[in-house]
């Protein structure tokens, strides 16, 4: 019989670092055949996306990016999930949307910076106080309980918004400031011009990008990249598809080869000492959702 697993009952009953764990031993396993198809409108975008995992099932997500129905008060992403069987192909599951997008956009970003970050990371900012950048505050306090988090946003009505959600959360107003005094740099904003200069970035940052995901979107400059080590979740759904890296790949300004490792190599995902800036490109992918949605169902199913 096929699960219906809504939002409000499922989120209470995961573990970030649960998931995290999930998501490296489902890169342990087969790699994934992925599929993606994008189309875009304006600035609309339809996203789907397709993942097949021997062993661990089919998943097929579709999302739409609409991101002027903020201003409506609607979400700006909407979409749906089905998880099946790798069996038989049939319909395990139906999973919320936005639970998948939570646990999977945030998780994603987590099982880099608990391999990335260093320890004793205490400061970490958050740039941009949106849907995501809540999830980042839960999933990085799961990992880093002893941090001291900072957001900062471009309209002071989001950072305040953020903050009565988040109470022991400073508010920034100098960018600038605030990535020099951070050790985690987690960034979950709409840019398409780079945010974040390299210049910045002190040594032994961890810096986390999750926002851009077209090819016309960037939150960091040429220089952040130049000095940092690079990491990807997937080369396939990140190198050539978003602007965060085509582009400076493009220019010359970095080369694919300075990508170092995606996450079917975890074991190379070290900090070769406590000073190097790392760098994690988040670009999603449909085999992190089948992943998510095979820990959601795991964890709806034991209960």
């Not at 100098?174 to 985690?184: P, Y």
């Not at 050539?240 to 190379?268: C, F, M, N, Q, R």
């Amino acid at each position: 019989m096929t699960q219906m697993i809504p939002f409000a009952q499922a989120d209470a009953m995961l573990d970030w670092l649960a998931l995290t764990d999930a998501l490296a031993a489902g890169h342990a396993g087969p790699k994934a055949d992925v599929a993606d198809v994008f189309l875009y409108e304006g600035d609309n975008t339809l996203l789907n996306r397709s993942a097949w995992i021997a062993g661990l099932g089919l998943a097929v997500k579709c999302a739409t990016i609409f991101p002027e129905n903020k201003a409506s008060g609607k979400p700006a992403v909407n979409g749906a999930v089905n998880l099946f069987s790798p069996v038989d192909g049939t319909l395990e599951a139906i999973v919320d949307f936005h639970l998948v997008t939570k646990w999977k956009t945030a998780g994603d970003s987590l099982l880099a910076a608990r391999r990335l970050a260093r320890p004793d990371s205490r400061n970490i900012l958050i740039v941009g106080a949106g849907t995501v950048g809540q999830s980042l505050r839960q999933a990085y306090g799961a990992a880093f309980p002893d941090a001291r988090f900072t957001v900062w946003n471009r309209s002071a009505a989001g950072a305040e918004q953020f903050k009565a959600a988040f109470p022991d959360v400073t508010i920034a107003t100098d960018l600038e400031q605030a990535v020099r005094g951070a050790d985690i740099v987690t960034s979950a904003t709409m840019s398409t011009e780079p945010l974040i200069l390299g210049d910045w970035l002190r040594p032994g940052t961890h810096l986390d990008l999750i926002g851009a995901y077209r090819p016309d979107m960037r939150e960091v400059d040429d220089v952040a990249l130049q000095k940092s080590r690079i990491f990807v979740d997937s080369r396939e759904t990140t190198t050539h598809h978003i602007g965060e890296l085509k582009t400076p790949i493009s220019t010359g300004a970095i080369s694919a080869d300075d990508v170092i490792a995606d996450y079917y190599a975890l074991d190379d995902f070290k900090r070769g000492s406590a000073a190097e800036i790392t760098l994690f490109k988040n670009g999603g992918g449909a085999h992190l959702d089948l992943m998510t949605c095979r820990y959601i169902l795991d964890v709806w199913q034991a209960k």
